[in-house]
């Protein structure tokens, strides 16, 4: 036996036609008046209202570039790195303190939790305030 072969044990049911005359004619089984015996009476869906609710974002937004810095502190660089060596976005990367976002290098920024002992060079990287004045210390 195969799926097309299959058929119901029960009689298929006539589907009532509503409106047309005879036992269901003039309200058609919708009772008398009000929202719900009109015509395009099928209410809003409640996702829909949550969605209007939103607010609406304007103008040309294709390719919007993210200015998302990854964050390092001063302290993990001590840990990390021996005196004199150069911090790049690309050296973070090898030593895993920083991720790729979206596959690409991120742009660095260093912020001044923890101590630095060591005198590191650092390229392509940008600096709190906080974190430029330890530096310039050392």
Same mark, same amino acid.
């Given at each position: 036996?195969?799926? @097309? !072969?299959? =058929?119901?044990? @029960? !009689?298929?049911?006539?589907?009532?036609?509503?409106?047309r005359g005879g =036992?269901?004619?003039?309200?058609?089984?919708?009772?008398?008046?009000?929202?719900? #015996?009109?015509?395009?009476?099928?209410? !809003?869906?409640?996702? *829909?209202?949550?969605? =209007?609710?939103?607010? =609406?974002?304007?103008?040309?937004?294709?390719?919007?570039?993210? *200015?998302?810095?990854?964050?390092?502190?001063?302290?993990?660089?001590? /840990?990390?790195?021996?005196?004199?060596?150069?911090?790049?976005? #690309?050296?973070?990367?090898?030593?895993?303190?920083?991720?790729?976002?979206?596959? /690409?290098?991120? *742009?660095?920024?260093?912020?001044?939790?923890?101590?630095?002992?060591?005198?590191?060079?650092?390229?392509?990287?940008?600096?709190?305030?906080?974190? !430029?004045?330890?530096?310039? *210390?050392?």
């Open positions: 036996m195969q799926l @097309h !072969q299959l =058929k119901p044990k @029960h !009689q298929r049911k006539n589907k009532k036609r509503v409106g =036992k269901r004619g003039t309200y058609s089984g919708r009772g008398n008046k009000g929202q719900l #015996s009109r015509a395009g009476n099928s209410l !809003q869906p409640l996702v *829909k209202q949550y969605i =209007k609710k939103y607010p =609406k974002l304007r103008g040309y937004r294709f390719n919007v570039i993210n *200015k998302e810095f990854e964050i390092v502190n001063l302290g993990e660089l001590d /840990k990390n790195f021996k005196e004199g060596e150069v911090v790049t976005p #690309s050296s973070l990367l090898e030593k895993g303190l920083v991720a790729k976002i979206k596959g /690409k290098r991120p *742009k660095i920024k260093i912020l001044a939790k923890g101590k630095l002992t060591k005198k590191l060079e650092f390229k392509n990287c940008s600096f709190s305030k906080k974190a !430029q004045e330890e530096i310039s *210390k050392l």
